[in-house]
């Protein structure tokens, strides 16, 4: 089994690269491929079970919806065919977007895969902020920490709906996109970690036979204190 | 930059004035309410305050504090009396309380110089309205993503508010922050020796590995820890400069340094005997000679001073110490620093983890993402018998310890920090220390009297 992850130099930002490690301590056999910014990616011409790309500065994100869109074609063709799991964490949702607007009105193309949404930037205000969602019938926690909303219908291509927290924006009560094997979320940080059933769910999806996580114990143990906290109505969300 | 005086500005002056007057009266430093006052009274009030003579501003993720400090130290020492926010904030309002303190009730200043802290983040609050003469950057890293987001966004929000005529002491080790403002008048700091202490590999965290101008991937020489080391790109022309002061050696043993400066090799005493110890030392010389100190004062100072006693106590009992060192929460880069120098440390040593986040644990629950971008694979050590994750938060830290590779029967949980000197097992280890963020200082020197108690309970 391949696992990509794309461009780890640039998108390694808020603990995302976290997500790759833990699945590689899950999935100690699977071969990982670290495909740098200046390499064609593996997925391209070669049979992939995921593709992970994490978050990444705003000056990145031009840099690497210009290197993909080439692949704009094959990615679509991966996800709506769902021959290829594509996991996208934090900002690196909106590359896959229409574009990227900037406080002066200005754009930066992205692939367009998810047509009619964009992400608008202010660099002037950081959001911070827990999410706690359900995706299928899971429970997912985490948090966002980013300069961007995103905008478009995601009615029916939501990741989750959430039960606290705030969605694509703060008007949003659905978290992220899904289009075909493509899951897109705003989250931040150690998602597979924090959420064991959901990397359960990604791994089955992957085609592993009784997936196994790594350090079970512990990482549930840790799942349900936290969502316990989550869903303390005493927790503050922002 | 300097702006005429309103009446709108006196009156939030006196009105600061006083607040600080009765502050002092109730027993309270107040460093940062008067400015804050100040600041919501009078929106420019920064802009029309007076200001010394001479302006130094100290920014930058990691060192700023104990930058200015030695710094103000040796100034002192030296016949001068700067002004600054030692005890105090390092943000806007901070700042506008030293100033409003050193002023006349007019506003102006008689002061001939003012050492800044300067909390990178605040920037554009701060560097539109006080002109700095000299401004120093020890380093630009991923710091809390909450406040800072990313080295990108730092660096941009310096670059667009630093004055033109501002000279700059800039880290030649740190490509992220070495390139800020080129026209801007400058020197370079650095290490030039390569010795093993010196230098940690297999850092997570890079903040820079390809080229900001075109892409490329850069081409390191050396990494001295994380991103800071010497790179250049093979593409275009960017790169390390050649460093103005340079650390040539670097002798543990007798705590002395060799720097290379434009008067020649000079010789300096390390206060301390860490990587980021030597930076912040040579940090210091490169400042304190640009505003031309000679040797022998910057020496002389040197000579008389400890390190600051919030980063670094020890206690002895017996052959066995408790040693508290700062390990800033949400900082994954000084956590790591803190890591490396304890995986260094001689005998046998457990280390307790208390630097999970006091603020966020009272009211909602710590993104603990920085965990991740921690090298907890420091912690990873034949000589580390036990690292015992205290709080809140200590499943996720002892998950972050397995995922190291740190063996379970080394890494604990305790979350309930009270049980943490039960939990230790002393009789193992030679040394035991305990990591604390700036809040958890209090939970931490609990702990440590605990442990003292235990340690001499045995001893006798």
Known sequence: ??????????????????????????????????????????????????????????????????????????????????KTIFLATGNACEVFFDYMENEDGTRDQGLGIFAGFYAKRDLFHRYNGLVWGTFEDMDIIGFKTQFTMAYGDNENCAFMPVNRGIGLNKQSRLEGVRRGSFYGTYLVGPLLVLNPPFTRYLLGKMGVEQPQLAYPEVVEQAYQQRLAEFKDPKVQYE | ????????????????????????????????????????????????????????????????????????????????????????????????????????????????????????????????????????????????????????FISSILQSNIAPDTKLILNGEDLVSNHLCPQNSRVYFGIAAGDAKSTSQGNIIHDILVCPQCGAKLQFEYIRYNHIGRAHCPNCDFGSPDLDYAVQDIDYQRHLLQIDTPSGRQT????????????????????????????????????????????????????????????????????????????????????????????????????IAWLFDTDFEFLDHPDINQVLCVGVRALDYQLRCLMAGIPADRAQACPQDERAADMLRLDEVDTVFILNDLYTYDVSVALQKKILEKLQKGVA
Request: glycine letters at 8%.
């Open chain 2, 268 to 367: 300096y005493r390390l206060v301390g005997d860490n990587i980021t110890d030597i930076y912040n030392t040579v940090t210091a010389v490169a400042l304190l000679s640009e505003l031309g100190l000679s040797q022998q004062k910057i020496t002389a100072a040197f000579d008389a001073m400890q390190i600051v006693k919030t980063r670094f106590e020890e206690d002895i009992v017996g052959d066995k110490r408790v040693v508290m060192m700062l390990a800033k929460g949400q900082n994954p880069i000084a956590c790591s620093r803190v890591f490396d120098f304890v995986r260094h440390q001689p005998g046998k040593k457990a280390v307790v983890l208390l630097n999970y986040d006091y603020f966020d644990k009272q009211e909602t629950s710590e993104n």
């Open chain 1, 1 to 82: 089994m391949k696992i990509e992850v794309l461009f780890p130099e640039m998108c390694n930002l808020f603990g995302d690269s976290s997500n790759m490690k833990y699945l590689q301590q899950c999935l100690p056999q699977a071969e990982f491929v670290y495909t740098p910014f200046d390499s064609e990616p593996a997925f391209v011409t070669e049979e992939v079970a995921l593709v992970y790309i994490g978050a990444m500065t705003e000056r990145a994100q031009q840099k690497i919806a210009d290197k993909l869109q080439p692949y704009q074609a094959r990615i679509c063709q991966l996800i709506d065919g769902q």
């Open chain 2, 1 to 152: 930059m300097k702006e005429k005086r309103t009446l709108r500005f006196i009156f939030a002056l006196w009105v600061a004035k006083a607040m600080k007057l009765a502050l002092k009266l109730l027993g309270r430093n107040g460093t940062y309410l008067p400015g804050n006052t100040a600041i919501r009274l009078c929106p420019n009030f920064l802009g029309q305050v007076g200001k010394p003579k001479t302006v130094i501003g100290v920014t930058g993720t990691n060192g700023k504090t104990t930058v200015s400090n030695l710094v103000g130290d040796v100034l002192e020492k030296s016949g001068y009396t700067p002004i600054g926010n030692r005890f105090g904030s390092n943000t806007n309002a901070g700042i506008a309380t030293v100033l409003l303190d050193s002023c006349g009730l007019l506003g102006g200043s008689k002061k001939e110089l003012a050492v800044l802290e300067i909390d990178e983040r605040m920037a554009p609050k701060i560097l539109p309205y006080v002109h700095l003469d000299y401004l120093v950057i020890t380093n630009l890293f991923r710091d809390s993503y909450k406040r800072n987001a990313h080295v990108d």
